[in-house]
């Protein structure tokens, strides 16, 4: 039992690692975006390969965030009902929504990211969107990890929320 109450902090940590990865990712979607315009505008030097970089990059901050924006409780949620509720009607709503929802979507998505990730890897599948046409196998299995991270931090708050309605405090 006391595995399974661990696993939360466990889990938060990763996510707490993946947010701190996807920070960096920000950092390099700042260098590559003034990069491109400045050798674009001022030195008439267009790149090939920054338009697909950007893409990527702002990928990866959405795909390694999600799971730190969930653990922090930052995503977005709609409070005309959620916010009037009692810490234990909140407990049961997110249990409920998590059960319905969240782990179908999430489940459906990691699934088909992982076989999106597999057969590019298989393929040599590259990305099609500039004449650069950088591989597309890394980005996909950074797409699919995001989903495992997500998907992994959605267990961690079921098990926090089940805990809380079987004890009747926060699983700290």
Not at 30 to 37: L, P
Not at 58 to 79: A, C, F, N, P, Q
């Amino acid at each position: 039992m006391s595995i399974i109450l661990n696993l939360p902090r466990q889990i938060g940590w990763l996510s707490e690692t993946a947010g701190a990865l996807a920070k960096w990712f920000a950092f390099l979607l700042v260098v590559i975006g003034s990069y491109e315009t400045i050798s674009r505008h001022f030195f008439d030097a267009p790149t090939i390969w920054a338009y697909d970089s950007l893409c990527m990059a702002g990928g990866v901050i959405y795909l390694l965030g999600s799971s730190y924006t969930y653990l922090k409780e930052s995503h977005t949620r709609v409070d005309i009902i959620y916010s009037h509720c009692s810490p234990r009607a909140k407990a049961i709503l997110d249990i409920v929504c998590a059960l319905i929802f969240f782990f179908p979507l999430i489940g459906v998505m990691f699934y088909m990211a992982v076989i999106w990730a597999i057969r590019a890897w298989r393929i040599n599948e590259v990305m099609f969107n500039s004449f650069w046409y950088p591989p597309a196998a890394p980005y996909r299995t950074i797409f699919a990890i995001g989903l495992l991270l997500l998907l992994l931090q959605g267990v961690a708050k079921l098990i926090q929320n089940v805990y809380f309605l079987a004890e009747g405090k926060n699983l700290d």
